[in-house]
Nanobody
Framework: QVQLVESGGGLVQTGGSLRLSCAAS????????MGWYRQAPGKQRELVAALTSGALWTKTNYADSVKGRFTISRDNAKNTVYLQMNSLKPEDTAVYYCKVTTGAMDYWGKGTLVTVSS
């Protein structure tokens, strides 16, 4: 089992920045993918950014809508994944969820709300 605790959401004005954090605990030794998803009201949950780690490599991928504005990173010592969000837009308003994958299992956080005012 993996437990995830997200933090960092809140209210910000257009053009502002926020950093989301997701701390993992439990059976974390085999985590190979950590990512952020979001779900806006009335819309489906979508991938925002993901970080896939191998023994000697790391790969990141981003939704087109956030490329150049958001950055995903991971602190292995703290078992934490971050999402730095810059130049926020009203359309970024959503509940942001952390997801980790260990082997064939996916684990989700409870979500943190990000609201961008115009």
């Amino acid at each position: 089992q993996v437990q995830l605790v997200e933090s960092g959401g809140g209210l910000v004005q257009t053009g502002g920045s926020l950093r989301l954090s997701c701390a993992a605990s439990g059976s974390i030794s085999s985590i190979n993918v950590m990512g952020w998803y979001r779900q806006a009201p009335g819309k489906q949950r979508e991938l925002v950014a993901a970080l896939t780690s191998g023994a000697l490599w790391t790969k990141t991928n981003y939704a087109d809508s956030v490329k150049g504005r958001f950055t995903i990173s991971r602190d292995n010592a703290k078992n934490t994944v971050y999402l730095q969000m810059n130049s926020l837009k009203p359309e970024d308003t959503a509940v942001y969820y952390c997801k980790v994958t260990t082997g064939a299992m996916d684990y989700w956080g409870k979500g943190t709300l990000v609201t961008v005012s115009s």
